[in-house]
């Protein structure tokens, strides 16, 4: 079974400061994908970024990175130069055969920008 | 652009009832998937289909079922509505292009209350 954790159920940062958010896994399988979604106020689910299993480089989307290390089973999602639009909820999710099955997501976490 | 629309974005309903949530994607995805969300709890999987007329069980299955008859629409089916079915339906679809990853995409949700 796989199972994601985010560790951090709200957060306060200020604009243009960097932002680092939470999240580990478990699974047993040796091919998954690791991705970032964001749910604004409005309820729509964007998908942010991916990080394969077997890729060896952090994956890079304009100003989220991902945090990507294997041994320790984490994912955490990097947020550089903060924004008020940045303001939502943030889901880490996992599936297998590198995501193209069903995803686990975590519980999420709430980033509020401070201006 | 994919898009993957919901048929209702607010539900009410009375607790008995037999409640039906249509998902329609317009770009030929093998992949469909219902969560529900609740807060706290992140996104559960309630079931998914790899192809017409398939359908697996995903976390949470009870007390719902599923209808996949074209490739475009999966429908999510209340048997019979109770309170505790009062939660965000939010439905995805997703491809498999063979051994790379692709996002699923997702509707815009919908809010569903059981009185």
């Known amino acids: 079974a796989q199972k994601i954790t985010q560790t951090q159920p709200g957060m306060f940062v200020q604009e243009k400061e960097a932002v680092t958010l939470d999240c580990t896994y478990d699974?047993?399988?040796?091919?998954?994908?690791l991705f970032w979604y964001k749910q604004p106020s409005s309820g729509e689910m964007i998908f942010l970024i991916y990080?394969?299993?077997?890729?060896?480089q952090n994956a890079t989307e304009g100003r989220y990175s991902l945090n990507f290390q294997k041994a320790r089973k984490s994912a955490n999602l990097v947020i550089s130069a903060s924004q008020l639009g940045d303001s939502a909820m943030y889901f880490c999710?996992?599936?297998?055969?590198?995501?193209?099955?069903?995803?686990?997501f975590g519980t999420g976490t709430r980033l509020t920008i401070i201006p | 652009d994919v898009k993957v629309t919901q048929s209702s974005r607010y539900l009410v309903k009375r607790t008995g009832e037999k409640v039906f949530l249509e998902c329609v994607q317009d770009?030929?995805?093998?992949?469909m998937f219902w969560y529900r969300q609740d807060p706290g709890l992140g996104l559960r999987l309630i079931y998914f289909?790899?192809?017409?007329?398939?359908?697996e069980k995903g976390d949470i299955p009870e007390g719902y079922s599923v209808s996949r008859e074209k490739k475009e629409r999966f429908s999510l089916i209340l048997e019979s509505a109770s309170t505790n079915q009062t939660s965000m339906y939010l439905c995805?679809?997703?491809?498999?292009?063979?051994?790379?990853?692709?996002?699923?995409?997702f509707g815009q949700g919908t809010r569903l209350t059981v009185v």
């Open positions: 990080q394969g299993s077997y890729d060896q």
């Open positions: 995805a679809s997703s491809f498999s292009p063979g051994g790379e990853s692709t996002e699923a995409f």
């Open positions: 770009m030929d995805h093998e992949n």
């Open positions: 699974t047993s399988d040796p091919s998954y994908g």
């Open positions: 289909s790899y192809d017409v007329k398939m359908k």
């Open positions: 999710a996992m599936g297998s055969n590198f995501g193209n099955e069903k995803l686990t």
